[in-house]
């Protein structure tokens, strides 16, 4: 699918991130009226009412969605429809810019009129159909070149799947997270797995750390070699979770860091001790996602993660629907990391790419204790897993453990650290007494390029009161609000 037939090699990344080739079927749609029709009190016409207000009056442009706008403008200016909707004159609407949509008004209403299959097997899937096959570009321009392959029937062969969590036990929590072809849940759970066999809490801060980094290490090598789309391969999940099999990777850790990209282990019983294979090298994946918790008075609680991959996908909002496509079909590996290699997360038809979201509910004894979510691509797991441990295991409270500095190893040669803790004296001595190695991420606030990742939490503090958490600098402040404030 990205193999550029005139070299007969894998296109670049960012190249084939820009395609309407890279669009893949939308399932945001399916997926609410699946919430709402499983565990909603109200219809899908009714919930989408709140949306439809805001779509049709408006929202004052903030200086994150200029920047974002910006690192995607060339792609937004290669079609009329985006850059009538969110670029003037050629450059990124000015924050405080009120920004209407009528466009997606009307698409939200014709949802609430018609339902799914109003997209899935009607006039608003013959618009995406036609969007993606034939787009309508501006004259001139030179980003876009290769058109999608999208039929009405893989928009009428979609369907949203209700999957069971991924659950590990770390420090008297019972941890649920998202399952494959999701990756998060299963690399976090690992990595738990591993950390659970050291007593984090008690050790000098830089040690800690240290067994942070390799546990990561260790648990995306699994990642990248064993978790795809679980209808197409076959997805080790119970062995990947088994503290068993985390045992055998523990066992590499040593007193130096490894060098990666290190070999996965064999997450099949008998599990042996410390087994390797093959090295995988670690993929590239879009950071521009959005994640939301939420709790109500009658104890439900929700992390919900969603993405269309890039800030504006692949750039082309549908002409008259006033809504973004995604490129999404660029999580999938472009080509086996080798000639011949195995690799869980190559194209094919009707098949998912392997995603990096992982919203976590945390309970203890039976009731929920805290929620987090993050955003930020393949830095997703390391985020959540480092606002796990800040909490858990170093006593931070939720929000210092969410506004903490942080660092992201992936099984690279590097670990991606936020200027905070890239000039920290932990990090020198990670350097000194580990041989850890770092590389400088674009900051705190800027998301462009890579960063490791932004997070949104809630504490469930009993008695019917909760603490909503969002970040309180990275892409200049999130978005935290209770129904009725303690004073």
Known sequence: MFIDPSTNKPLGY???SDQPLATGVPSMVATWAKAVNLYGRRSLASDLQPAIGVAERGFRVNQDFVQLTQSDLPELQAYPASHWLLSSSGNPLPAGTLLRNPHLAKTYQLLARYGPSYLYDGPLGQAIVQADDHPVLTPGQTVVRLPGIMTMADLGAYQA??????????????????APPSSSGSTVGEALNILSGYNLSAEPRVTALFHYLEASRLAYADRNAYVGDPRYVSVPLSGLLDPAFAATRRCLIGNTALVSPVAPGHPYPPYGTCPAQAAQQPAAEGGHTNNIVTADKWGDVVSFTN????FGGSGQTVPGYGFLLNNEMTDFDFAPPSAGAADPNLPAGGK??????????????????????????STIPT????IILNHVDFGMSLPAALAAPRVSQRNSATSLAEPDFYNSALAAQLTSQYGEKFALATGPILPLDNYPGD??????????????????????????????PAP
Do not use: C
């Open 14 to 16: 960012d190249d084939a």
């Open 161 to 178: 799947q209700v999957m069971a969590p991924t659950h590990v036990q770390y420090r008297g929590l019972d941890v649920y997270s998202m």
């Open 307 to 310: 993405t269309i991959n890039f």
């Open 352 to 377: 998912q790419p392997r995603s990096s979201m992982g919203p976590v509910i945390a309970f203890r004894d039976g009731q929920p204790a805290f929620t987090v979510g993050a955003a930020g691509g």
């Open 383 to 386: 985020t959540i897993l480092q």
């Open 455 to 484: 997070a949104t939490a809630l504490q469930v503090l009993g008695h019917n009161q909760f603490e909503a958490i969002a970040e309180p600098v990275r892409l200049y402040g999130g978005s935290a609000l209770v129904v009725n």
